[in-house]
């Protein structure tokens, strides 16, 4: 006997997106609520936390399923485009800079209207787990560098402070 309507088991699929980002700039990945006006309006936000900053933002709308990209570097834009795309979750925006530290724009990205959400805020090498259903696909979180094998020794802990 086949199942219908509601007791149709739903496939969803797990995919591992790498983010290209061959140069190591300062990436952050979060997912927002207005695709056209967001991109533009956090390229704004951004210049205007950090003027002298390079950046490229890009991200992807759901009707149509299209990525707007925005920036003031064309390798930067290029990057956020490329890697905006392959992560395909609607809302999902991309933010590649060089010139700042999260820690000098998250503040104001997190107290943004637009902004839903971020899932990561790192230079370091990144994985995005990303979710397919019928509808879309969308990020479940993010792998940000490598996995902690030990626990920090005392003289690494003064070296390093």
Same mark, same amino acid.
């Given at each position: 006997m $086949?199942k219908? %309507?509601? +007791?149709?088991?739903?496939? @969803?699929? !797990?995919?591992? @997106?790498?983010?290209? #980002?061959?140069e190591?700039?300062?990436?952050i990945? /979060?997912? /927002?609520n207005? $695709?056209i006006?967001?991109c533009?309006?956090?390229f704004?936000?951004l &210049?205007?936390? @950090?003027p002298?900053?390079?950046?490229?933002?890009a991200? #992807? +709308?759901?009707?149509p *399923?299209?990525? *707007?990209v925005t920036? #003031?570097?064309?390798?930067?834009?290029?990057l956020?485009g490329?890697n905006?795309?392959?992560i %395909?979750? $609607?809302?999902?925006f991309f933010i590649?800079m060089d010139?700042a530290?999260? !820690?000098?724009v998250?503040t @104001?990205?997190?107290t943004?209207? =637009?902004? =839903?959400n971020i899932?990561?805020?790192s230079a370091?090498p &990144?994985?995005? !787990?990303?979710?397919?259903?019928?509808?879309g696909?969308?990020v479940l979180?993010?792998?940000?560098?490598?996995?902690?094998n030990?626990?920090e020794t005392?003289? +690494?802990k003064?070296?390093? $402070?």
């Open positions: $086949s219908t %309507g509601a +007791e149709e088991e739903a496939a @969803v699929m !797990i995919e591992r @997106v790498e983010v290209i #980002n061959p190591e700039k300062q990436v990945i /979060g997912q /927002g207005f $695709s006006f967001a533009d309006d956090l704004k936000t &210049l205007t936390t @950090v002298a900053l390079k950046c490229a933002v991200m #992807n +709308e759901a009707v *399923r299209l990525t *707007r920036g #003031n570097d064309e390798r930067l834009k290029e956020a490329e905006c795309l392959q %395909g979750a $609607s809302h999902t590649i010139g530290f999260p !820690i000098n998250l @104001v990205l997190k943004h209207p =637009a902004v =839903a899932f990561v805020a370091n &990144l994985d995005v !787990i990303v979710a397919e259903t019928e509808l696909r969308a979180g993010a792998v940000d560098g490598t996995a902690a030990r626990i005392a003289a +690494e003064k070296e390093r $402070s």
